[in-house]
């Protein structure tokens, strides 16, 4: 996504998103949710824009959207979901320092 100056936009706010750490898309690929083919053809979001998804990361580097957390309310998260949704997080933030090829960014 890098490679296009605009990047890809967020079809939730309109906006690009800018970096893979805080894509949506790439965050399902880490946890093998989409595939690599699919990267390319499906719609781009912001994690912060996508609170089905972001609700379950617990790190305190990332930054809920407020008014999603608010509008959603407390849903009641397993543990083993937020844990593996976090690690995904976790991953895809090292991966962008390693310099690996993408077909490596998915966790085991
Ligand atoms: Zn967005």
């Known amino acids: 996504m890098a490679k296009c100056d605009q990047g890809y936009l967020c079809e939730i706010c309109g906006e690009p998103v800018k970096n893979i750490v805080e894509s949506s898309l790439y965050l399902r690929y880490v946890l093998g949710e989409v595939q690599l083919h699919e990267l390319f053809g499906k719609p781009e979001r912001h994690l912060k824009c996508d609170h089905e ?23 009641t998260l397993t543990e083993e979901q937020c844990d593996r949704v976090t690690q ?21």
């Open 88 to 108: 995904g997080w976790i991953r895809l933030r090292e991966v962008v320092h390693l310099g690996i090829p993408i077909t490596e960014y998915p966790l085991e």
């Open 53 to 75: 998804l972001a609700q379950y990361i617990r790190h305190e580097k990332f930054e809920h959207n407020p008014e999603l957390v608010a509008a959603n309310g407390n849903a």
